[in-house]
């Protein structure tokens, strides 16, 4: 009975991933266009397939808890193990792309917004550095 639960839940593992990469590979078009509320919800679109992953990986470790070496896990359930850790590796590489992209984006926008409202690169007209201080005081001594 326990083999058709993890057998079950491997296979739902699987399902939400194909679904999630589906997503991840829609998420390029999101960073394109930077609209931040798709963005937004997105994100917490990852954050309920993670709390979903996290109940299905339970699902399968409690199912899978009586065969203890590898050995004594079925054929047809190491097969579906395999294709969810290759699934997970995909979803993995996506992800990353996207955060590689995501950071370009924001670099894009925050350049944008600098020459929007350029700032003294050195020194303003006072002498001071543009970080706040001065740059130097002049005292006389008499």
């Given at each position: ?26 998420e390029r078009v999101l960073l394109r266009s930077f609209d ?107």
């Amino acid at each position: 009975m326990s083999i058709l639960l993890a057998i079950a839940a491997a296979d739902a593992l699987r399902e939400e991933l194909l679904a999630e990469i589906d997503r991840a590979r829609d998420e390029r078009v999101l960073l394109r266009s930077f609209d931040a509320g798709k963005i937004h919800a997105r994100l917490a679109g990852r954050e309920a397939f993670m709390q979903r992953m996290d109940g299905l990986q339970r699902r399968l470790l409690d199912a899978a808890g009586p065969m203890k070496t590898p050995e004594s896990v079925p054929v047809e359930l190491r097969g579906r193990i395999a294709e969810v850790k290759a699934l997970a590796a995909t979803l993995s590489e996506l992800t990353s792309l996207n955060h590689q992209l995501a950071r370009r984006a924001a670099d894009c926008a925050r350049a944008y917004v600098q020459a929007l409202s350029p700032r003294a690169a050195a020194y303003d007209r006072r002498g001071t550095i543009a970080a706040g201080g001065p740059v130097l005081s002049v005292t006389r001594r008499a």
